[in-house]
């Protein structure tokens, strides 16, 4: 890194704490380094209820995470939210959309989908955990996006300085459960009431989140 920032005229990252390693770690002068946040695309604020037959979600309160599946992604943690969930809103299902990442499945194939299907059936919430299993095209996941009531990132470890996945759902106006990783923590934390902070790997906390969020108002969670 020392190199190439020794070699650039200029860097660019997108988030502050970004901006931040590479001066404190990397002594990278601040007036050598531009901060072009994530981009999103220009999606339309619908209700839900618009897409959300395309996923056979009728009448549905839709959890969503979606992108690259990895054991690193805590997903796990929100099925074993969902019966606690499902006890106060029987009409909620918890959307997985993504194929696993290919990093991933070089070593272990499906391995990681396969545990979490099998744990939402240890659980008795397999018809309420939702498997899109395939990478989708733009158009669907605009589509996927504008199903989600609840937007969910329970991302196990902290250093994480960017999700493209948060911030499509966040320029999509969407409310987010999320654990406090780099860039959740960034973009989410100044201020705005339409995201609940969690600990990782604490599905009671994540039951909780859900279930205030459920119960607020449209455009108000």
Not at 17 to 42: C, N, T, W, Y
Not at 161 to 168: D, F, I, N, P, Q
Not at 198 to 211: G, I, N, T, V
Request: glycine share 6%; proline share 6%; net charge positive.
């Amino acid at each position: 890194m020392h190199k190439i920032a020794a070699r650039s005229e200029r860097l660019i990252v997108m988030s502050q704490h970004s901006s931040r390693i590479l001066q404190e770690v990397f002594r990278v002068p601040a007036e050598k380094i531009d901060l072009i946040p994530h981009g999103i695309p220009d999606l339309p604020f619908e209700q839900p209820d618009l897409y959300k037959s395309r996923f056979s979600c009728q009448g549905k309160s839709v959890l969503l995470t979606f992108g690259l599946l990895s054991p690193n992604k805590g997903f796990e943690s929100v099925i074993q939210a969902m019966p606690s969930i499902l006890a106060r809103h029987s009409n909620a299902v918890y959307m997985i959309a993504g194929a696993t990442h290919p990093h991933v499945r070089a070593v272990e194939g499906d391995r990681y989908r396969l545990e979490l299907q099998a744990l939402a059936k240890k659980l008795g919430v397999e018809r309420q955990v939702l498997f899109v299993n395939r990478f989708v095209a733009p158009e669907e996941m605009a589509a996927l996006v504008g199903s989600a009531d609840i937007y969910v990132t329970p991302y196990c470890h902290e250093a994480q300085a960017v999700s493209g996945t948060l911030a499509y759902a966040l320029g999509a106006g969407k409310a987010i459960i999320s654990t406090p990783y780099w860039h959740a923590a960034e973009v989410l934390d100044h201020g705005r009431d339409f995201w609940c902070r969690l600990k990782a790997r604490r599905p009671s906390q994540k039951r909780r989140s859900s279930c205030w969020m459920m119960t607020r108002p449209p455009g108000n969670a």
